[in-house]
């Protein structure tokens, strides 16, 4: 266990409570789960939190299709078949044929590491119990070598998820849970600041009020995240966009100039142009 505690970095943002639960988690030795809208940092906190207390970094990204089994470790019987057909002399030791994934890799680390389980959602409903035991006990068991791999360190595990779909109790109690609200204008501002400290104050307010007016459309599909606001205002920049284009009771523009980095389906854009209309058409001039 580190005795270093995790605070906001020179790129990263935390709120007070994200902070707590952080270090909470590292105290408590357990998994800490981050759930929250994507694009919120969710990701990008595994990467600060081992840049912070100075901890190697192992990134597990799920998919559909992933297996538990597959961060643990693969046996490659299809390698250790074709060796066997050209007559290698590999082929004798079946440890050649072992391929480690992100957990054993976690386990082997000389220093205590941060490993991140991301999107632990995106997987068949069976994924968080099958490594229960591996996430409490700090170990697990290679069959086709009988070898006990037990963590060298106890990592600082790290999950995401989306919330495409409700996790285990099972696996839930043996987590530390936190989840990332959304942020308001003040901690956005700060967010902003971090990646274009040199930004224009009248640019940075007509560029938030059009971003949370977009988020308060009711309807919207997909709403514009964080990352997506650090997009636009990066384009903004760089076509040179003034601040009042921006603003809500210009006529020039239904909709934000550059929307693509904010809405990203027609039927948002289109809501979004109706709302702007009716608008317009129900202010007294």
């Known amino acids: 266990m580190t005795d270093k505690k995790f605070a906001s970095t020179a790129t990263y943002i935390v709120t007070d409570d994200l902070k707590m639960a952080v270090n909470a988690a590292v105290t408590l030795e357990r998994p800490i789960l981050i759930k929250g809208e994507p694009g919120t940092g969710k990701t990008q906190l595994a990467i600060e939190v081992a840049n912070a207390l100075g901890k190697p970094l192992f990134e597990w990204h799920i998919k559909s299709t992933t297996k538990a089994q597959q ?31 992100k957990v054993w890799e976690a386990f082997a680390s000389d220093k205590q590491p941060v490993l991140l389980i991301d999107e632990i959602d995106k997987a068949d409903i069976e994924f968080p119990n099958d490594l229960l035991q591996e996430l409490d006990r700090m170990e697990f068991f290679v069959y086709e070598t009988k070898q006990l791999v037990k963590a060298r360190n106890r990592p600082v595990v790290i999950i995401t998820s989306n919330n495409e779909k409700e996790l285990p109790d099972a696996f839930l109690r043996r987590c530390f849970f936190h989840y990332i609200k959304f942020p308001d204008k003040n901690t956005m501002a700060d967010i902003v600041d971090v990646h274009y400290p ?22 919207l599909k997909k709403k514009p995240s964080t990352s997506e606001l650090l997009d636009w205002i990066k ?6 966009i ?44």
């Open 198 to 219: 040199k930004l224009k104050k009248t640019l940075l307010k007509e560029a938030l009020d059009a971003f949370y007016k977009i988020r308060d459309v009711r309807g």
């Open 71 to 101: 961060g643990l470790y693969d046996y490659d019987a299809v390698a250790r078949l074709r060796d066997s057909q050209l007559g290698d002399d590999r082929v004798h030791d079946i440890a050649n044929y072992i391929i480690r994934g």
């Open 235 to 240: 384009l903004l920049v760089a076509e040179d």
């Open 242 to 285: 003034p601040p009042e284009i921006l603003r809500s009771g210009d006529s020039r523009s239904a909709i934000p100039p550059l929307y693509g980095a904010l809405l990203k389906n027609e039927q948002d854009v289109h809501l979004f142009e109706q709302l702007v209309f009716l608008d317009r058409h129900s202010s007294p001039r």
